[in-house]
């Protein structure tokens, strides 16, 4: 498939391990990277190939990736991790970019 | 390295939308970043439009025939241009810097994006 899958909606209770997953074809070729987006912002990226965190991103999120599926996994997740989550990988071919279609995570 | 985009709010269908990201904090004519548009709808979520990178751009095939991205050194921001607008075009647009590592790859920065409405 040259589409990236995610869960629609995950919810996770306060200070509990949660992961997010992104499923695609193209994820056995390229690393994904992701993004959080809480509501009227911006995405903001908070893991990048090779599973790396931007200075700034609290160290529990981590990613990690095998055969066609990318995870991102919160440890220990706060009510400010409350927002949607995008994959997004280059295509097979190389040439063109793609996201997936968004988790919504929440904090309970 | 920040991004800001402008433009109009509110194009008419069939016209062509026109916007600019500035760019501060760094130089547009850098080597390092690949300028990106991006665009978010409700419908479709989060599609990668295209972007420019030293004289080359790169489009979504299914944009490729609408839409150009070119770079205003003088000014030091870079611009898309959109057109044949249709109501499916209506969404928020961001400006943003395609990056690599190998053959990986990531979006970052991001604008705070503009709404962009298509309607008569």
């Known amino acids: 498939s040259s589409e990236l899958t995610q869960d629609p909606a995950v919810s996770v209770a306060l200070g509990q391990t949660v992961r997010i997953t992104c499923q695609g074809d193209?994820?056995?070729?390229?690393?994904a990277s992701w993004y959080q987006q809480r509501p009227g912002q911006a995405p903001v990226l908070v893991i990048y190939?090779?599973?790396n965190r931007p200075s700034g991103i609290p160290d529990r999120f981590s990613g990690s990736s095998s055969g066609d599926t990318a995870s991102l996994t919160i440890g220990g997740a706060q009510a400010e991790d409350e927002a949607d989550y995008y994959c997004?990988?280059?295509?097979?071919?190389?040439?063109?970019?793609?996201f997936g279609g968004g988790t919504k995570l929440a904090v309970l | 390295v920040q991004l800001q985009e402008s433009g109009p709010g509110l194009v008419k269908p069939s016209e062509t939308l026109s916007l600019t990201c500035t760019v501060s904090?760094?130089?547009?004519?850098?080597?390092?970043?690949?300028w990106s548009w991006i665009r978010q709808t409700p419908g479709k979520g989060l599609e990668w439009i295209g972007y420019?990178?030293?004289?080359?751009?790169n489009y979504h095939p299914s944009l490729k025939s609408r839409v150009t991205i070119s770079l205003d050194t003088s000014k030091n921001l870079f611009s898309l241009n959109l057109n044949s607008l249709t109501t499916a075009d209506t969404a928020v647009y961001y400006c943003?810097?395609?990056?690599?590592?190998?053959?990986?790859?990531?979006?970052?920065?991001w604008g705070q994006g503009i709404l962009v409405t298509v309607s008569s």
């Open positions: 943003s810097s395609l990056m690599f590592r190998d053959a990986h790859s990531w979006f970052d920065p």
């Open positions: 904090g760094g130089s547009v004519s850098s080597e390092i970043y690949y």
């Open positions: 420019f990178y030293h004289g080359r751009t």
């Open positions: 193209s994820l056995r070729s390229y690393y």
């Open positions: 190939p090779k599973n």
């Open positions: 997004a990988s280059r295509y097979n071919n190389g040439n063109h970019w793609l």
